[in-house]
């Protein structure tokens, strides 16, 4: 068996500007979660942009479903993969139910509009997502948290086997970060395969899936978050004195930084 | 939250059951609009007789009417009415297209530089007394110039903001208006200089059935196409690669939507000349009326359009003993119109 989507050997640069990042693979089943981390700037978003089929890698190849990337159409990818963009500022402000409707844009004809069964599909991810009285409200008039919410009903209405969000926390109040998380779990306990990236050392940690630490030199170094999360690794992406310790109430390692100003 | 520029309508005004209704509505409006037109003039019709004529066209009827009153309505006032819709519902539905593709609700096929592209394009083959044929060709390949001019400058600067495009159609459309001044020095005085200068004012005194026949169709193509395109149209404006992760190939589909936008600008140019507003207010009245949901608002665009200009033309051959250039009027109605939309909006926008 081949696994959902495979990279092997990416490299991505921006026109004629330096390689972002180069020689990345990895791959990925569905149910398993990877969780991108890296420095401010690094190229986590571009990474998941070329893993998402959105950038087309300048080098190297990602396969789905053992079918290689380049040769599947849009539709056909997304009908696989749901992106959840970090920040997303439409111009016009579409009613949350027409939003969350566009996830199943891969299933309409390029002549035609969402049916009644497309507005089921939506309805059924509002639902899923707890969100059904934003309903008829502008998406353009929602908090950053219902955004993401929203976003996420988006994808789930997609029908996708793998979701890909970037830095889903990056606009969430603490309570509402972690409540992210545990959503991001539940989903991948539900069969879905996620990639993801963050900030927070922590969030790898409670999800308690695969790491991918996104270097200053362009590389990426995976491996189970237990392994790959510790003092020396964390301290070096971050260029702070980082500690990993086990908490006992919390029945988990937790990340604290040594900081004395 | 709301980024600065955009315009943040509130999604959904119209209730469900309400669509149909003001759609018909619309449609019907314009209908009327449409036989009201052809009965008034200097000869009038009454509105029965003339929907006995129309109806006689296609469907045998006895005459009851005079020999003038049919001659009036079929060869004179119908190609003109006719005429008016088409490039009204044209010029409306160009510009809500552009509107949402651009992800820009301040630009239309005249603010984008298009309409001027156009008409250069068409003045070419004007000058070369070329055939109808060649000058609707003329005027496709003079907008898609200038819409891929205009498309082009806010990649070259990096910046993607409405002023931007803005200020780009701004540059096109002086370079063609320059351009277009050098056509009319070349043009021979005594022949295709008033021809050209004409057709710049403007006007639907001229049009002939045989002219529409050529270009009816192209027009009712272009709508036809947009109008099927209309809920790509919602993907579209989230953004490009938001559109490509939701499946759709973005770089066709903008190419279609393009095409079939510069399509209905170049007919109304080779029809009319450069007629300017129409594009740009009647969208935002429709989404005024039917909120910004592309999938309602451009049916709506297209009717609302079609009855505006079937009105400014009615106007335009009513108001004095001559007729008014369709342009000068579009702008005394539309130019304080979209002053007003811009007041009511005034938080929303830059």
Redesign the interface.
């Known amino acids: 068996m081949s696994s959902l989507i495979r990279a092997e050997e990416i490299s991505y640069r921006y026109n004629r500007g330096p390689e972002v990042f180069r020689g990345i693979s990895f791959d990925l089943d569905e149910g398993e979660i990877f969780t991108i981390l890296g420095a401010n700037g690094a190229g986590k978003s571009t990474l998941l942009n070329c893993l998402a089929g959105i950038f087309k890698p300048k080098s190297g190849r990602v396969f789905l479903n053992a079918r290689e990337m380049g040769e599947l159409t849009h539709r056909e990818i997304a009908k696989l993969i749901a992106f959840v963009p970090q920040i997303h500022n439409p111009t016009y402000g579409y009613s949350v139910r027409e939003y969350v409707v566009m996830g199943t844009t891969p299933y309409i004809g390029a002549f035609a509009s969402p049916r009644r069964e497309d507005y089921r599909t939506a309805d059924q991810a509002i639902e899923r997502m707890n969100v059904a009285h934003l309903a008829d409200k502008a998406y353009t008039d929602l908090s950053g948290g219902e955004r993401q919410q929203v976003t996420i009903a988006r994808a789930l209405a997609q029908r996708p086997r793998l979701i890909m969000l970037d830095e889903p926390t990056a606009h969430l109040d603490y309570g509402n970060q972690l409540k992210m998380i545990k959503l991001i779990k539940t989903l991948c306990e539900e069969g879905f395969a996620v990639v993801l990236t963050t900030h927070v050392p922590d969030h790898p940690v409670i999800l308690d899936g695969r790491v991918g630490i996104l270097t200053r030199s362009g590389g990426l170094i995976t491996g189970g978050a237990e392994t790959l999360l510790t003092d020396e690794s964390l301290t070096a992406l971050y260029g702070i004195e980082i500690r990993m310790k086990y908490l006992d109430e919390c029945s988990r390692r937790i990340c604290y930084a040594l900081f004395d100003g | 939250?709301?980024?600065p520029?955009?315009?943040?309508?509130?999604?959904?005004k119209v209730k469900k059951a309400a669509y149909p209704a003001l759609l018909a509505g619309s449609a019907a409006f314009a209908f009327l609009i449409f036989t009201i037109s052809i009965s008034t003039g200097i000869f009038r019709v009454p509105l029965v007789t003339v929907v006995k004529i129309l109806l006689a066209e296609v469907y045998p009827l006895e005459q009851t009417w005079s020999n003038s009153a049919g001659i009036a309505v079929i060869a004179i006032r119908l190609p003109r009415t006719l005429a008016a819709m088409l490039i009204g519902a044209a010029l409306s539905l160009s510009g809500a297209s552009y509107q949402?593709m651009f992800?820009?609700?301040m630009v239309s096929p005249d603010i984008l530089g298009v309409s001027a592209g156009a008409s250069v394009g068409a003045a070419a083959a004007i000058l070369v007394n070329a055939e109808l044929v060649w000058i609707e060709t003329g005027a496709f390949l003079g907008g898609l110039a200038a819409v891929s001019l205009t498309m082009l400058i806010p990649k070259l600067v990096r910046n993607n903001s409405i002023v931007i495009l803005v200020l780009a159609g701004i540059i096109v459309g002086g370079l063609a208006t320059s351009v277009m001044s050098v056509i009319r020095m070349l043009a021979d005085p005594t022949t295709t200089l008033a021809d050209i200068t004409y057709w710049t004012m403007g006007s639907l005194a001229r049009v002939k059935m045989k002219e529409l026949t050529v270009i009816g169709p192209l027009i009712v193509t272009g709508l036809v196409v947009l109008l099927?395109?209309?809920?790509?149209l919602?993907?579209l404006?989230?953004?490009d690669?938001?559109a490509?992760?939701?499946?759709?190939?973005?770089s066709r589909?903008r190419f279609i939507v393009v095409a079939c936008a510069t399509l209905l600008t170049a007919s109304s140019v080779c029809v009319a000349g450069v007629i300017g507003w129409v594009g740009l207010v009647i969208p935002h009245i429709s989404r005024m009326i039917v909120g910004?949901?592309n999938?309602k608002m451009l049916p709506v665009s297209m009717f609302l359009g079609g009855s505006f200009m079937m009105v400014i033309d009615l106007l335009a051959r009513t108001l004095a003993a001559v007729d008014i250039p369709i342009s000068v009027l579009t702008g005394i109605i539309g130019a304080p119109f979209f002053f007003l939309i811009l007041l009511k909006q005034k938080r929303r926008i830059l």
């Open positions: 939250m709301t980024k520029g955009a315009e943040g309508t509130t999604a959904c949402s992800k820009n609700p099927l395109l209309r809920y790509r919602n993907v404006s989230l953004g690669n938001e490509r992760s939701l499946g759709v190939n973005v589909t910004i949901d999938k």
